[in-house]
């Protein structure tokens, strides 16, 4: 039990390191560690959790050899000075190098519960003064021990001889100065689901030669150690009590069945170095000091603990699940996209997550036959990351490709249960093509080979088609440019013809202006009719319409507007001259009259439409609009 | 009668085009005959007459190209490919075929990333020949002319807005393809880029024989022409690097 006593040993030095009586002096190793630099003046360790009644050591150390000359102690209150100071100095050779180093220590104590600062120790080296860091100090209340003074200790020392305590082991009731704790972080978990377990040796007493009487089986487990490889320095307060506390084992269990499993105990056999009440026995250190202590061999069992393992849910489980629990993640890479031909290239698909990693079976990948595929290359590692522990598995397929192509490589998949989130998760790796060309021997490419690449070379001939001829284009030729710039002569052209019509189409009083003497022979023609016919009241009725309504059409005004008072003035207004108008008053008042009453020459009709056939012409000569 | 004349001039022309082009496809007829016996040598020689008779089709480029794979000319074949894209440039064979024939150049050259706005402006302009580009230019002025007399003559005021605006987006777009069938009509009239058509090449780094050689660069391989004199030109190698070769070792697109 190698591994054991290594353990013992290493427990053994940390918990002496709060008891005073033990004055085991590491110097020249923390010396060693200073040589070879510049010169370095510290005081170790940094910050000190003590306890009252047990003294406390600190040291000054500095990587020269002469540090009595000119050291210069802090002041040590509150505490007192209960041991020391020791001077150590070592010389190293190395390599025909020398390096020195040398170190004081202190052995403290304090009644006093509280935190307190140490100041800086004060060195003078080779004339230069060299001033240390200080030291924290946090005292809490500790049990009382009664020898622990200087003067009882001397005594002791001169007593001389060592006795040994009862050598054999006597198995104690969990005491309340030790015992050991079995500690999980979770009682209900999943199946596969990682638990932690840890045992902790409290203890208010040095412990040493610590030995595992009974490992647990951890049955019904898959387990991995994962203990802390330097179990870190810890005191714990209990009740008021500060126990130096130390892991033995921190086990990751992954349950396998279902049901209540049971955490098995841990115990071990020790012995532990209990102070004397009357300082009856002592013991000689290597170093020539002798305590106060009984020793004795005990042995300490821990409880065991039960935990509830719940199947996983069937809701939701994938077909293809294969009882990963945990989470994790599915990548694939190739060393490189393309190749040639015989030239292998690794394809790696890995499996990486927190979780039992360990019974993973492979996967079952189906390449294509022209690439030659090599037993996978399997490698796993798990490793703790705090209490969890992790792991990466890789499987690394060889590649030989036997022919040029593109080939698209299987995808790899993996289900998982994570207990975290209580659900089933899938996980896989992206599509990966590999291109490869062909080899460097290079025979010709053939079309078959190139069949391959994606959807292969078309080698057909096109059969028809028209030719052209060589830098032909309709762009920037005479039909282009002409088809092009048509428009813009059509346009203004159709502009202005539009603008004078429509102008033309706005203007009414011209048109009808334009048309009075249209109008005014139509309505002319009318009477005409009439005359044929001999109607000689609708007759003179449509001359005198015909009339007004030319005039009427000429000047813009409406018909029921004009009478024979007022046209005289307009006509005069409007240029026509004194004969026409007298003569235009005279016909209009013969033919009102001779629609109503006789008149003379009243038969004449067809002297009265030539007078007004005339009469119209010599006014469309002279009115003036 | 002057018009008389050319009219006459111009169906003569077309005429002895159209008897040129009946006695080339017999030509190509042949040469396709000869390529589906894998004659492929008699083939590519019967489609190089026919276009060194000036005529052209960006289907009897790609035979061409086919033919000069077959045979391995690797340079030629991806010369002819290119010339085919320029016709066609979204011709997925042609791309295809000319991806294939790269893949046989035992030097590799990538090209260097194009900005995404000058990809998708080619991309664009490509979409259409440059005689597509400019009927369509052609189509839209006379569109924004009928719509501008329908806005002239519309009664209504509503129908006239609409007409208004019309009228302008039509001739907004008219000039949109002015300008992409120039830039169009440019790539297929004017070419910057040549083929390597000699095997291992030495670039240098001036325009004379006793420059230092700066890279070397093997058939097939496709450069950017940047400046030129009566014996040399400088190029541009797609991934960016420059140097200068004689005229006669490289054949434009």
């Not at chain 1, 540090?67 to 010389?91: A, H």
């Not at chain 1, 305590?165 to 999943?190: C, H, M, Q, R, W």
């Not at chain 1, 629990?325 to 890479?333: E, I, K, M, P």
Request: glycine share 6%.
């Amino acid at each position: 039990m190698n591994a054991q006593q290594v353990l013992g040993e290493s427990l053994r030095m940390h918990l002496q390191c709060g008891q005073f009586r033990m004055m085991m002096v590491l110097l020249f190793l923390m010396a060693g560690s200073l040589s070879l630099s510049a010169q370095k003046f510290t005081a170790s360790p940094k910050s000190i959790d003590a306890s009252t009644g047990n003294p406390f050591k600190i040291t000054y150390s500095l990587n020269a050899s002469d540090l009595q000359n000119g050291f210069k102690p802090p002041e040590f209150k509150p505490f007192r000075i209960v041991g020391g100071p020791e001077t150590q100095t070592s010389v190293q050779i190395i390599n025909g190098a020398t390096s020195a180093s040398s170190s004081v220590s202190y052995y403290l104590s304090s009644d006093k519960t509280g935190t307190f600062t140490i100041p800086g120790a004060i060195a003078n080296v080779k004339g230069k003064r060299m001033r240390s860091n200080s030291i924290k100090v946090k005292v809490v209340k500790g049990k009382a021990q009664p020898n622990t003074s200087r003067s009882n200790r001397q005594n002791n020392n001169r007593q001389g001889q060592q006795q040994q305590g009862s050598n054999a082991a006597t198995s104690l009731a969990p005491s309340d100065n030790y015992f050991i704790e079995l500690k999980i972080n979770e009682d209900t978990v999943y199946t596969g689901q990682q638990v932690t377990a840890t045992y902790v040796l409290y203890s208010t007493y040095s412990v040493e030669n610590l030995s595992v009487l009974e490992m647990p089986h951890f049955s019904g487990f898959w387990s991995e150690d994962n203990s802390p490889s330097r179990p870190p320095a810890n005191r714990e307060q209990r009740n008021g009590v500060v126990f130096n506390t130390h892991i033995l084992k921190r086990m990751a269990l992954f349950p396998q069945g279902t049901g209540e499993l049971e955490i098995e105990p841990l115990e071990i056999e020790a012995t532990i170095l209990k102070p004397m009440q009357n300082g009856g026995g002592g013991r000689r250190s290597i170093f020539g000091r002798f305590f106060n202590q009984q020793r004795q061999r005990v042995r300490i069992k821990s409880d065991s603990k039960k935990i509830k393992v719940r199947d996983l849910p069937t809701e939701g489980k994938p077909a293809n699940f294969s009882g990963l629990v945990g989470q994790y993640r599915l990548t694939a890479s190739l060393d490189s996209l393309k190749t040639s031909e015989g030239d292998p290239v690794s394809y790696k698909i890995a499996i990486s997550g927190t979780g039992n990693l360990k019974g993973t079976a492979e996967f079952d990948l189906s390449f294509d036959p022209k690439l030659e595929v090599f037993d996978p290359k399997v490698e796993v590692e798990s490793y703790a990351q705090g209490e969890q522990i992790r792991g990466n598995k890789s499987f690394e397929y060889i590649l030989l490709p036997k022919e040029a192509g593109v080939y698209s490589l299987p995808k790899a998949e993996i289900s998982y249960f994570d207990p975290k989130r209580q659900r089933y998760f899938n996980s896989s790796t992206r599509d990966m093509r590999l291109v490869v060309r062909k080899g460097d021997g290079s025979q010709p490419f053939t079309v078959d080979a190139a069949d391959e690449i994606a959807g292969g070379f078309k080698e057909n001939v096109i059969g028809k088609f028209r030719l052209y001829e060589k830098g032909r284009h309709f762009y920037g030729s005479m039909p282009f440019i002409a088809l092009l710039s048509l428009p813009f002569f059509i346009f203004p052209f159709y502009l202005v013809r539009h603008r004078k019509n429509e102008t033309e189409r706005l203007d009414v009083v011209g048109r009808k202006r334009r048309a009075a003497l249209n109008v005014a022979q139509k309505r002319l023609d009318e009477a005409k009719g009439l005359m044929d016919k001999n109607d000689r009241k609708a007759f003179y009725n449509d001359v005198v319409r015909s009339l007004y309504g030319y005039i009427t059409d000429k000047v813009n005004m409406p018909l029921g507007s004009l009478s024979k008072d007022n046209v005289a003035d307009l006509l005069r207004e409007k240029g026509v001259q004194e004969p026409t108008i007298n003569k235009f008053v005279e016909t209009v008042k013969y033919c009102e009259m001779a629609v109503y009453a006789p008149v003379p020459d009243a038969d004449n009709l067809k002297g009265t439409y030539d007078d007004t056939l005339s009469l119209i012409a010599d006014m469309e000569d002279q009115l003036q609009v | 009668m002057k018009l008389h004349f050319r009219c006459f001039l111009l169906s003569l022309l077309f005429c002895l085009s159209a008897i040129a082009q009946d006695s080339q496809l017999e030509q190509v007829y042949q040469a396709n005959e000869h390529y589906i016996n894998k004659e492929y040598e008699e083939a590519a020689q019967q489609y190089e007459q026919v276009l060194q008779a000036g005529l052209e089709a960006k289907e009897l480029y790609f035979n061409l190209g086919n033919a000069y794979f077959q045979l391995n000319e690797i340079g030629k074949s991806i010369l002819n490919y290119e010339r085919a894209l320029r016709l066609a440039p979204k011709d997925q064979d042609i791309q295809l075929n000319l991806s294939l024939a790269k893949r046989q150049i035992n030097q590799r050259v990538d090209d260097y990333p194009l900005p995404f706005y000058i990809t998708a402006f080619r991309s664009l302009v490509n979409t259409l020949s440059s005689g597509a580009w400019a009927l369509f230019a052609v189509l839209c002025i006379w569109a924004a002319l009928a719509l501008a007399i329908l806005y002239l003559r519309s009664p209504e005021v509503k129908t006239q807005k609409r007409f208004f605006s019309l009228a302008w987006l039509t001739l907004a777009l008219c000039l949109l393809f002015v300008f992409l069938g120039y830039n169009k009509y440019y790539w297929e009239s004017n070419s910057d880029y040549a083929i390597l058509a000699k095997s291992n090449i030495k670039a240098t780094n001036g325009p004379s024989e006793a420059s230092k050689e700066v890279f070397s660069l093997s058939e097939g391989i496709k450069v950017r022409i940047v400046e030129r004199n009566a014996q040399w030109c400088k190029v541009i190698i797609p991934d960016g690097r420059e140097g200068w070769l004689q005229q006669n070792q490289l054949v434009v697109i």
